[in-house]
């Protein structure tokens, strides 16, 4: 069996260079509230450029590491023996620590009362993805909430790691209210330690 990875699609790059823009306006607000105090406050009355440059600067620092950190975690990779995350391969999960693989994660909205406000459509949506990703358990607590259908190989890779841990596969599963609390907003693709 050779390697299966996933990476960003198409798309999620296109977002990622249209959104840079907008989160770095918005990483750039606080200084920049900051600094027109400090211009309220000075004898001048004006800014100097080189901190309206500073604070545009670390508004681009925040969205570089923002979209890194979203483009990260489509990165995954299944070998022989793990399953390797992050653009750089940081987070190694060995095959060995999986306790269980839970096919489907909650189908609660990460703000309870959201889907009153939602299309059923959008619902119906929501739910479908929600019941094609996994939740992978490890022995030492660990959950690793699994959503990977809309990646290049995604369903492929879920569908392999299945496939080579039936043994820990678990469908049907009943979630607690304390484990629907805690992925409800948990990040997906993300390591939760606990």
């Known amino acids: 069996?050779?390697?299966i990875a996933t990476h960003p699609g198409r798309k999620d790059w296109i977002a990622s260079v249209v959104s840079f823009p907008m989160l770095t306006s918005i990483g750039a607000i606080v200084p920049l509230l900051l600094l027109t105090s400090f211009r309220v406050h000075s004898s001048t009355g004006r800014?100097?450029?080189v901190a309206i440059l500073g604070c545009l600067l670390f508004g681009a620092a925040v969205a570089f590491w923002f979209v890194r950190r979203m483009i990260s975690r489509q990165y995954w990779r299944l070998t022989q023996s793990e399953l390797i995350g992050g653009m750089s391969g940081r987070i190694h999960l060995p095959l060995s620590a999986v306790e269980k693989i839970i096919i489907g994660l909650p189908t609660k909205w990460p703000i309870p009362g959201m889907d009153r406000f939602i299309s059923p459509e959008r619902q119906h949506a929501f739910a479908a993805i929600k019941g094609a990703s996994l939740l992978i358990v490890f022995q030492n607590g660990a959950?690793?909430?699994l959503s990977l259908y809309a990646t290049p190989n995604g369903t492929a890779l879920m569908n392999e790691l299945v496939s080579r841990l039936k043994d820990r596969v678990v469908q049907n599963y009943s979630y607690?209210?304390?484990?629907?609390?805690?992925?409800?907003g948990a990040d997906p693709n993300v390591l939760i330690l606990r």
């Open 176 to 184: 607690s209210k304390e484990e629907v609390r805690l992925l409800r």
């Open 47 to 49: 800014a100097p450029p």
């Open 143 to 145: 959950l690793l909430p």
């Open 1 to 3: 069996m050779n390697e």
